[in-house]
């Protein structure tokens, strides 16, 4: 079964840390390419980060650079969301996707999405 899986989600304080995983079951995650969305209440549904499977290239939208990371560890079947400085604007559901042979630079993944974690920052 095709399965995306995210974790580390929480509360955290302004200018802390989480770190968000994706872990994939039922499918080799080296495959495809990975991204990162995220919808806060009210608003609409923004991609964040993608990272291709052909050559690991990485992007990020302006709103999270200098902060947010993406990254894969294909050996452990999971990607990573490594976010810092964090805002209250940041709050929101946080999703991972991933999708088969695409690069980044044409459309960011959206076939396969997980359920989605929620990230609160706050004091």
């Known amino acids: 079964q095709f399965q995306l899986e995210e974790s580390g989600g929480g509360l955290v304080q302004p200018g802390g840390s989480l770190r968000l995983s994706c872990t994939a079951s039922g499918f080799t995650l080296d495959d495809y390419t990975i991204g990162w969305f995220r919808q806060a209440p009210g608003k609409e549904r923004e991609g964040i980060a993608c990272i291709s499977n052909s050559d690991g290239s990485r992007y990020v939208t302006d709103s999270v650079k200098g902060r947010f990371t993406i990254s894969r560890d294909n050996a452990k079947n999971t990607a990573y969301l490594q976010m810092n400085s964090l805002k209250p604007e940041d709050t929101a559901v946080y999703y991972c996707?991933?999708?088969?042979?695409?690069?980044?630079?044409?459309?960011?993944?959206?076939?396969?999405w997980g359920q989605g974690i929620q990230v609160t920052v706050s004091s």
């Open positions: 996707t991933a999708e088969a042979e695409l690069s980044c630079l044409i459309r960011w993944p959206v076939d396969y």
